[in-house]
């Protein structure tokens, strides 16, 4: 064997260990979960697994405080290999001198191994190792490489590991923007952390800080004036806390990817501006003992969510219900879906914006919907109906549409969490009796206005252009009944298609907003479900939705799709296509479908005496003297309640006492209370007496005078407001109500 192969066999294992001698991951404990904008600033973290503030590395050390790193501990770290042998030399011979050891020689790149290798030994034969370890780690990284390890893993006092944690807990910035001051105090941290930690050995931190200032001065990185300034500049107090201003959001982020650093679609700036606008809405809504509140802002362009406040555990832990994210919380929709009916109907050519919806009492199998005035209109027009967000018509509405068949049509759309069948959710589900999340809404409200910006790829929402835009434009004049007085005080000063809900018992408050750049969501209310008085989606939610749209840019407004819709001439007070007598008349635009409304019914022709003062027909008064007109006439029920609220509205004149009835195929009554096929429920009061049924009817004629018969039995008559106690038996029944020239109206139903 020769020489060279002794040597090549002696030397193989030794650079074989040489090279496996260095983990692959030198630090492998865990770090914080940290969020950041989409800027880079801090959002919020959270301590590691190891209760440790120890942040993912960055990209990069801040030159600052790679300078003063350096000058501090390795001034030759970029000229040798990862042993610094004139440090060394030196240190030998120091340590020789004195019989001890009071110099040391570790260079950065060494004390990333210690680091690395902590709880090994300080002893001389591990000191060696050390050295051989750096040298192979010059090997595998450049020295930015190394640097950066060293930053992200040098302790820093306390529980804090890294320069970034330590910058936040020390000066609430980030480490970039740290001055000369702050960057040379957590560059001699390192070097004795557990001894000069800043809160206590404050004298000898400011030694060596100031020590290093001078070190800088002298070296030409700072001048004198830089040097003097930063010694001025005074030490931190005790540790900062960590920002949390996207709580929720933070811990969704830590629930899917776990504890890392993620950078979030977020604006900073819009997300502190939330936050306080979430406080100040606290301080009013708190004293209702309502505690809690969700919003969401999302680019509707983009689908960036650009503010997300899931509740007010960031900000005021210790509040009850705080720690739920009410973003992704299924809650009662109350009035939220309402203008989506609108728009499906719309669509599918059932009704017009100005479409008359009946707004008299209804009671579906004890399914009895009120406004939320309590009173009724008798007619509204369809667009009003969701301006004003009225009950009765929107039940009217979907049970032409289709409980079911609006039921397929939501989840279409994009609502994930209505779970059960059209059968379990029935006519409530327009008001309230479906659970939906303000995630869900917002994205659903969002997908709608992609349509008007012809962005809508994927043709993700089931709604047409043209059906959109008239339900935005609806939106837009957004009057509720429950805010008459104060609603208009809302407003930002720009123009917004709005929506408000709140749920059966005050327990939810909504309200979603949308604009061509931007949609708002909000939810208020208790977590754990407690209802309050006066909580409602106008009252609580949506003068905190205007508040977020007032710190947002204005914007524009959609354009009309007039490539999807055509003109149309309407009945200018009943919103159906014009009938050829109808007197007055609009040009509408809408959808551009085949199927459409009916012409309008509620104009009809009628004859009058030659004064006009009453009904007549060939029975009783002569032909050629006879008036025609043109006269607008509701059903009784409709017309009974309309003429309170419209004093426009004039019903048709008495008819002539010999008026032959007969000749009339539509009767002037209408039973209003019980419905065909309807059930009643007889309650018991405290008397212990049942507490009876009250029928209700109108008669076009005011003062007609109405005979009721139930079954075989007369019941009484009434004059006026036709309603009437009685206390029925419990089985099937039928009820007929005739007026004095013997036109009548029955209705069969079930007593329980």
Not at 423 to 435: D, F, K, T, V
Request: charged share 20%.
């Amino acid at each position: 064997m020769s020489k060279s192969t002794k040597i090549i066999l002696i030397l193989s294992p030794l650079l074989i260990l040489y090279a496996v001698c260095l983990p692959r991951n030198l630090f492998p404990s865990p770090c914080s979960a940290v969020l950041t904008d989409r800027n880079g600033d801090l959002l919020g973290a959270r301590i590691s697994a190891d209760c440790q503030w120890h942040f993912p590395p960055a990209d990069t050390v801040p030159d600052k405080f790679a300078k003063c790193i350096i000058t501090y501990e390795d001034k030759r770290f970029r000229l040798h290999p990862g042993v610094d042998f004139l440090s060394a030399g030196r240190a030998l011979r120091q340590n020789l001198a004195h019989r001890g050891v009071v110099s040391g020689a570790s260079t950065i790149t060494m004390q990333v191994i210690r680091l690395s290798r902590r709880g090994a030994p300080r002893t001389i034969p591990e000191k060696l190792l050390e050295a051989v370890m750096a040298t192979r780690l010059e090997m595998r990284c450049s020295k930015d490489e190394i640097l950066l390890l060293y930053a992200s893993n040098a302790p820093f006092g306390g529980n804090v590991v890294g320069l970034d944690a330590a910058a936040w807990r020390y000066f609430g910035r980030p480490a970039g923007d740290l001055s000369w001051g702050e960057s040379a105090m957590l560059a001699v941290l390192p070097n004795s952390p557990a001894m000069i930690h800043p809160g206590r050995n404050r004298e000898r931190l400011l030694q060596k800080r100031n020590f290093l200032l001078d070190k800088l001065y002298q070296n030409g990185t700072i001048d004198e004036v830089e040097c003097e300034l930063a010694k001025d500049e005074p030490l931190p107090d005790k540790p900062l806390p960590m920002p949390d201003r996207a709580y929720h959001l933070l811990e969704r982020m830590r629930a899917t990817v776990g504890d890392r650093t993620c950078t979030c679609t977020i604006d900073g700036a819009l997300q502190d501006r939330v936050n306080a606008i979430a406080r100040s809405w606290f301080r009013v809504n708190h004293g209702n003992l309502v505690d809690n509140m969700g919003i969401l802002v999302r680019s509707v362009r983009s689908g960036e969510v650009l503010a997300y406040y899931g509740n007010a555990m960031g900000l005021m832990p210790g509040l009850r219900g705080a720690s739920v994210d009410m973003i992704p919380a299924p809650r009662s929709s109350g009035s939220t879906l309402k203008p989506l009916l609108y728009a499906a109907m719309l669509q599918d050519g059932l009704i017009l914006p100005g479409t008359l919806i009946k707004d008299t009492p209804y009671n579906y199998n004890n399914f009895s919907p009120h406004n939320y005035s309590r009173s009724f209109d008798g007619a509204v027009p369809a667009s009003e109906v969701i301006s004003r967000s009225l009950n009765v018509p929107s039940v009217r509405m979907l049970e032409r549409y289709g409980a079911a068949r609006f039921l397929d049509l939501l989840r279409d759309a994009g609502f994930s969490t209505m779970t059960r069948d059209a059968g379990h959710y029935g006519l409530s589900l327009i008001l309230g009796g479906a659970e939906i999340t303000l995630e869900d809404l917002v994205a659903v409200y969002r997908n709608m206005a992609l349509k008007l910006l012809d962005e809508d790829e994927e043709d993700v929402s089931p709604f047409s252009r043209s059906a959109v835009w008239l339900t935005f434009d609806a939106l837009s004049k957004a009057g509720r009944p429950e805010e008459e007085s104060s609603w208009q005080g809302f407003s930002s000063g720009r123009k917004v298609a709005w929506k408000t809900g709140t749920s059966w018992g005050n327990r939810d408050a909504w309200s979603v907003g949308v604009t061509p750049d931007y949609i708002v969501g909000v939810w208020v209310g208790n977590s754990d479900g407690e209802g309050r008085a006066g909580m409602t989606g106008v009252a609580a939610a949506a003068p905190v939705m205007f508040d977020v749209f007032a710190s947002l840019p204005p914007t524009g407004w959609f354009s009309m799709p007039l490539d999807d819709m055509v003109p149309l001439e309407v009945c200018r007070r009943s919103g159906l296509p014009a009938s050829r007598i109808c007197p007055e008349r609009d040009t509408l635009w809408v959808p551009d479908i085949e199927q459409r409304p009916d012409e309008c019914r509620y104009h009809r022709v009628v004859h009058l005496d030659a004064e006009g003062r009453m009904q007549v027909n060939g029975s009783c008064y002569p032909v050629e003297k006879m008036v025609e007109k043109v006269w607008f006439v509701l059903p009784p029920a409709m017309e009974w309640y309309y003429m309170q609220n419209h004093l426009d509205y004039r019903p048709l004149p008495p008819k002539h006492p010999d008026f032959d009835a007969a000749s009339e195929t539509v009767s002037p009554i209408e039973i209003i209370y019980p419905q065909q096929g309807g059930t009643v429920v007889l309650t018991v009061g405290l008397d212990g007496r049942e507490q009876g049924v009250v029928l209700r009817a109108a008669h076009r004629d005011p003062t007609a005078e109405l005979y009721w018969h139930l079954d075989d039995s007369f019941l009484g008559t009434t004059r006026g407001q036709h309603e009437l106690l009685v206390r029925p038996a419990p089985g099937k029944h039928l009820l007929t109500t005739m007026d004095a020239t013997g036109a009548s109206r029955s209705v069969q139903f079930n007593v329980k």
